[in-house]
């Protein structure tokens, strides 16, 4: 049920999906893999939404260099905490009401299972496919969403993958590249595909709208430039 509280702090919302779909929300763990970027968008959206527990992993520091995107990191947790905990404590001043979890570490397939335990949602924040594979085959064995995403300069990308219906992302990105060790990126483009990627944790839960299911959404913000392409 929910608070007087909650009915007001939502009403916008509640005006799109109703006071069940709200409810959704309220009793849904989701899990933000990568707290830096993407991270930090998807955090917070979620958390304005009424999440009901937000799980935070990553294993860095906030360094001078993330400043410009990474906006849940502020120049006093520089070299100081890590980022879920620095991120766990701008989160629950901004939403009292919702559950804040930290996991401090890289994920592993010795940890995942345990890390990633009772989660309805899985975002993928991260910055290389070694460990976005790790989740793409945890999310398939669990049956659990994964929403993806991925930016470089002013172009990002987001698909929802969705275990039994959609194709993986190894089958999508077959023939991926090693990491760049450094890469460009606007905080903006960030901000964009972070949000996108927060209302399709939203629309998977509430089933408001279409998630990019079997589609691969491409965007160019540096021209405005949004294209779906169909990977049925």
Not at 187 to 195: D, E, M, P, Q
Request: with cysteine.
């Amino acid at each position: 049920m929910l608070t007087e509280r909650e009915i007001e702090r939502y009403d916008r919302q509640i005006m799109i999906f109703g006071e069940e779909g709200q409810e959704k929300l309220k009793n849904s763990k989701v899990a933000v893999v990568g707290v830096g970027g993407l991270g930090s968008p998807v955090a917070y959206y979620l958390a304005a939404a009424g999440m009901g527990t937000l799980l935070l992993i990553d294993e860095q520091t906030p360094e001078l260099s993330n400043l410009n995107r990474q906006i849940l990191h502020w120049e006093e947790d520089l070299g100081e905490n890590p980022k879920p905990i620095s991120a766990k404590w701008k989160l629950e001043r901004f939403n009292s009401d919702i559950k804040i979890e930290t996991f401090v570490g890289r994920l592993s397939g010795g940890n995942i299972d345990e890390v990633l335990e009772g989660v309805d949602v899985i975002v993928d924040c991260l910055d290389n496919f070694g460990t976005r594979f790790l989740l793409d085959d945890y999310a398939h064995r669990k049956r659990v969403p994964l929403v993806h995403g991925a930016v470089e300069g002013t172009y990002g990308q987001v698909t929802t993958i969705f275990p039994g219906i959609t194709k993986s992302l190894r089958e999508i990105f077959p023939n991926v590249g090693e990491k760049k060790e450094k890469f460009p990126i606007l905080g903006a483009t960030a901000g964009v595909v972070g949000a996108i990627q927060a209302l399709e944790v939203i629309k998977l839960l509430t089933g408001i709208g279409e998630p990019l299911i079997n589609q691969l959404l491409i965007v160019d913000l540096a021209f405005n430039i949004f294209d779906v392409i169909e990977l049925k």
